[in-house]
């Protein structure tokens, strides 16, 4: 079984930058496909970006293209949503997830975690 636990979420202005960070337990993310999603307040859950291995270029939502990135640590036990630029409409509730395969879709990861909120104030 595999736990995954978000950190790094926080309050900030427009124009700031924040880092998420996904950590495992129980496996290792070393094959596993990792997404991250968001959730704002009365929207559905929605893509942001995911990676599968450091060499395989990542996929990301065009509303994040240009101003998050997504990578795995050398032991890829880690993955990091690292957020520039950020807008008052990135607010939401910050998830990462695991699955077999890079996808888009939430019903193709099967581990989440718990979520992290990012609040980005004008």
């Known amino acids: 079984q595999m736990r995954l636990v978000e950190s790094g979420g926080g309050l900030v202005r427009t124009g700031d930058s924040l880092r998420l960070s996904c950590a495992a337990s129980?496996?290792?993310?070393?094959?596993?496909?990792v997404g991250w999603f968001r959730q704002a307040p009365g929207k559905e859950r929605e893509f942001v970006a995911a990676i599968i291995q450091t060499f395989i270029r990542p996929i990301y939502a065009d509303s994040v293209k240009g101003r998050f990135v997504i990578s795995k640590t050398s032991d890829q036990n880690t993955v990091y949503l690292r957020m520039d630029s950020l807008e008052p409409g990135d607010t939401a509730i910050y998830y990462c997830a695991a699955g077999v395969t890079v996808s888009a879709r939430v019903q193709d990861y099967d581990y989440w975690g718990q979520g992290t909120q990012v609040t980005v104030s004008t």
């Open positions: 129980g496996r290792t993310l070393k094959n596993s496909a």
